[in-house]
């Protein structure tokens, strides 16, 4: 019985072949998911889009340390050539002003009394500010440029060649201190802060 | 069954999107594809909705076929997915006009001999679509596709025993509503 009814049921639902419109139908669906399935993944934007971003960020940092370092390094120079200052005066007032019409760079000098202007002079549109605080001697190098955070950190300073050296970024203008005793690093902060 | 090469390559292709080699997929699979649909549902606007259906699905999902099962048995998996999926709709049987002209067309048997044989295969396929969608389900790739029990149990993603278990419950069924049909035809039916 079972064999009679394997032979009906292979006869009833023998296979059959699809109608040549399946495809054309079929088609016109593909379209409309070719898109999706097949649209390139993104993540390779989005790697490239960081690569590029992480490049820049690393580019400006390296300008900005190679820039700081140049500076810092142009300040030690300048406190070892004994050379005339280009604007010579004692006037907090004076200098500010000179500055600002000759590079147009802000300058707040001094905080303490013991600090003594000796002048300032243009390098390379940078302003040089030479001063003493006893018989120590500091140039303040300021340039446009760099961080807009309001005021900077704690500094951490170096020697190079019998200078204490620092640098930082503030309020968009870079700074660089060189200051003739390292064993008294932070005697040159008097130009600006009170002791 | 392992892919030979040139299927592998036919995948591969497919997997990188390329429109020509999945027409070559679809034309090696189609017909078996549609007669599935149209044996599960018994009406050819749903089977080709179903086969439609089918591609798609093999469209959009063949980069995640890793090659470790049989390519066969996973198209098998889909078009079953599609069967089960699909709506019950109001069925109906083949179009009566299709049998007649193929008993019209048949050569060297008596008109009458066919016409038995033809109203036999349409009141088959009658009472298979009359079966619960798991039974005929079974009853299609058993009979459609001569598929065997660890095959179809592959397809259906169930043990070999459940499917000798459905594919019993409908044969007693269908004994039981064709029986009348075949001792009609005086025994010719196996012949």
């Given amino acids: ?195 | 069954m392992v892919l030979d090469g040139a299927e592998r390559e036919l995948i591969e292709s497919c997997q990188r999107g390329e429109r020509d080699s999945f027409r070559a997929l679809f034309e090696t699979h189609k017909d078996k594809v549609y007669s599935i649909a149209l044996r599960y549902s018994g009406d050819e606007a749903e089977a080709m909705d179903i086969a439609q259906e089918t591609f798609l699905k093999l469209f959009s999902c063949i980069r995640s076929y890793r090659g470790e099962a049989n390519f066969e048995s996973w198209l098998y998996r889909l078009v079953v997915n599609s069967c089960l999926d699909q709506k019950r709709r109001g069925r109906r049987l083949l179009p009566l006009v299709d049998e007649l002209a193929a008993v019209l067309h048949a050569a060297g048997e008596g008109v009458l001999h066919t016409l038995l044989r033809a109203e036999l295969s349409e009141r088959v396929r009658a009472v298979v679509g009359g079966l619960a969608p798991e039974h005929r389900i079974v009853v299609v790739l058993r009979y459609t596709q001569g598929l065997s029990y660890e095959e179809i149990a592959d397809a259906l993603e169930c043990s070999a025993g459940t499917v000798a278990s459905r594919l019993n419950r409908a044969h007693k069924i269908l004994e039981r509503r064709l029986a009348h049909l075949v001792q009609a035809r005086g025994g010719r039916s196996g012949q």
């Fill in chain 1, 1 to 195: 019985m079972v064999n009679r009814f394997d032979a009906e049921l292979a006869r009833g639902l023998r296979p059959v072949s699809a109608p040549d419109r399946l495809w054309d139908c079929l088609e016109t669906r593909l379209d409309a998911v070719d898109t999706i399935v097949y649209a390139p993944p993104r993540w390779p934007l989005w790697a490239l889009a960081l690569a590029v971003a992480a490049t820049i960020a690393l580019f400006c940092f390296t300008l900005r340390s190679d820039t700081t370092s140049y500076m810092a390094k142009l300040a030690a120079g300048e406190l070892s050539d004994k050379r005339q200052v280009e604007f010579r005066s004692g006037d907090p007032a004076e200098i500010r002003a000179w500055v600002k019409a000759k590079a147009g760079l802000e300058i707040a000098l001094p905080a303490e009394a013991s600090v003594e202007l000796v002048g300032v002079s243009l390098i390379g549109g940078m302003a040089c500010v030479s001063y003493r605080v006893g018989t120590r001697e500091g140039k303040l190098l300021v340039a446009h440029g760099g961080s807009a955070v309001p005021q900077h950190p704690r500094l951490e300073h170096a020697v190079y060649r019998g200078a204490a050296l620092s640098s930082w970024a503030m309020l968009g203008q870079t700074y660089a201190l060189a200051w003739s005793n390292p064993q008294d690093s932070h005697g040159a902060c008097v130009l600006c802060h009170v002791d």
